[in-house]
């Protein structure tokens, strides 16, 4: 016995789903889910000097805020607290999402505002609440900086420009793949789930999660809205599509967040109010499906998320 | 009913808990924790380049590792990891120990090797699986860096030197401490504690917790040996007093660690073996106590330890 919000609720949710899952294209439908490549392309020497920049606070105005401190690889990529802390102790507005496989987003940004990771990494920079710098003082720094002005020296050609800074932090953050998690081999044909985490991608793909989670990302590559059935609760500094159309359709609609690794990034949503997987999951069924979801059911589906989780990326690793 | 390891060494345990109490002072008797000072003395100056200095991974050896890479603000000033990890992705062999409050501790580092907090910060930089790095590189760098050439002169007065360096992160982490827990409030009879937090504070008291963990860090004032009763394996590895006295009964003998901010800082020990408190509790009630918690009594200490979580320093604070 599933108990409904509410009768009609629930039909609605249904219609919508049989709607949307008419509406997908049948190449998705036969393989809504594709393994994250074994191997990505990316430049060794750009990618390594993005990993210091990445690191590195002195690019913030008071210099303690840099890209490491709300996309920890501590968390999966992303940040252990609701909402991001910048210079000074400012509050953001935003859970910042997970760095790991942002490369595979359409977007980037919870409203996807940026179209590509060099493109995103200009925003936090600038942002008053989060770095707060100008370009012609990181410049300054840089060219400074020994190390930084050999190596933009060295790959650019050039002594150190904003520009090819956040081209180096793209191609770091290109590198952040994380291969071969459970469900990958299970998807190559190269391991079994479980009974449980079976069951559990069964239920995602009946409940109709699997319309909006899907592609490389298990997300990543659609607008969606919270609270498609029971509205979510919306605060004009939340960072959605309306942020950026102004279009009042778009209140609380956000790029589909990644599944990936998604037992590593808690808290969860585009204000962090989940703070667990339970909590993330109990949510999305009462806003956007419409109903409450039976303890083992949330179980069974844990168990398949938990397989989502792939190796940490080989650029921040030893060997 | 409580489940005897054995009852012999149940009956060593106590018999040693007894012989410890009674060799303690009077005055630790009547008043064994003290509430964290509301106010300490520090020079905010130095205490801000000092919180510059904590946050830079450019003064580590392949520029990605700062102080806080392993003294996480977001994990109560330790490391999440069981072990840190440096430079180059080197494993190091010890779970990172809180800064917060290590103001207060009668010595510094697992094994008490150093002996105050800038003696402990000059370790990490040179060791060459944390930080790696020379003075003379550090200088250099410091001296390039406007902001730290700037700084440095305003406040020694000369260019910046490694000691001074030292001298300011060693300011920036006096000013960590974290005043105000419910605890404290308690102590100073300006609240109650709830039956269940007063019950796991009797039991701490009574099953001898206290002994060791007392003082103002509730911990931090002696060394003591893990496995006091059930021996805990040993690890030429391990950063005991052994490693620093050669002594072969300093064996995992540690500094016995800080409760306060207990709640945030998992995973525990020297090696952050226990992933949870309510690990840590079983272990130590076996290895030094000699006999297994039961379940209810697990979880009123939890819940009198969850009574040591003070405020975030103010330093680190917008207001």
């Not at 992303?78 to 760095?99: L, Q």
């Not at 159309?245 to 967040?257: F, L, Q």
Request: aromatic residues 10%.
């Amino acid at each position: 016995m599933r108990h409904s919000v509410t009768k009609n609720w629930k039909k609605i949710g249904l219609s919508i789903l049989v709607a949307l899952a008419a509406a997908m294209p049948v190449a998705a439908m036969e393989a809504p889910i594709v393994p994250i490549p074994l191997h990505v392309d990316y430049d060794k020497k750009k990618a390594e000097l993005g990993k210091v920049l990445f690191m590195d606070p002195q690019i913030s105005a008071d210099k303690t805020v840099s890209c490491h401190s709300c996309h920890s690889f501590d968390h999966g990529g992303a940040d252990p607290r609701p909402v991001s802390i910048g210079v000074h102790g400012a509050k953001g507005n935003a859970n910042a999402p997970t760095v790991y496989n942002a490369y595979f987003n359409f977007r980037q940004f919870w409203n996807g505002r940026a179209k590509d990771l060099k493109d995103q990494a200009n925003g936090p920079l600038h942002n008053p609440v989060e770095m707060d710098m100008v370009p012609k003082e990181i410049e300054a720094y840089l060219d400074k900086n020994p190390y930084y002005h050999e190596a933009f020296r060295e790959i650019y050609g050039t002594n150190p420009t904003y520009d090819d800074m956040l081209d180096a932090i793209a191609e770091f953050e290109k590198a952040l793949f994380t291969p071969n998690c459970k469900f990958d081999y299970y998807l190559r044909g190269q391991t079994e789930l479980t009974p449980l985490e079976a069951r559990g991608y069964r239920l995602f793909k009946t409940l109709g999660c699997i319309t909006c989670h899907n592609g490389v990302n298990i997300g990543g590559n659609s607008f969606q809205k919270f609270g498609l059935i029971v509205p979510y609760r919306w605060k004009p500094s939340f960072p959605d599509r309306y942020d950026v159309t102004h279009n009042p359709d778009d209140r609380n609609v956000y790029k589909v967040p990644t599944l990936r690794n998604i037992a590593l990034t808690a808290p969860y949503f585009h204000d962090g109010s989940a703070l667990t997987l339970t909590d993330a999951l109990k949510m999305m069924a009462y806003h956007n499906l419409g109903f409450e979801l039976e303890e083992d059911e949330i179980v069974v589906i844990e168990a398949f998320l938990k397989t989502l989780t792939g190796e940490t990326p080989a650029i921040l690793r030893q060997d």
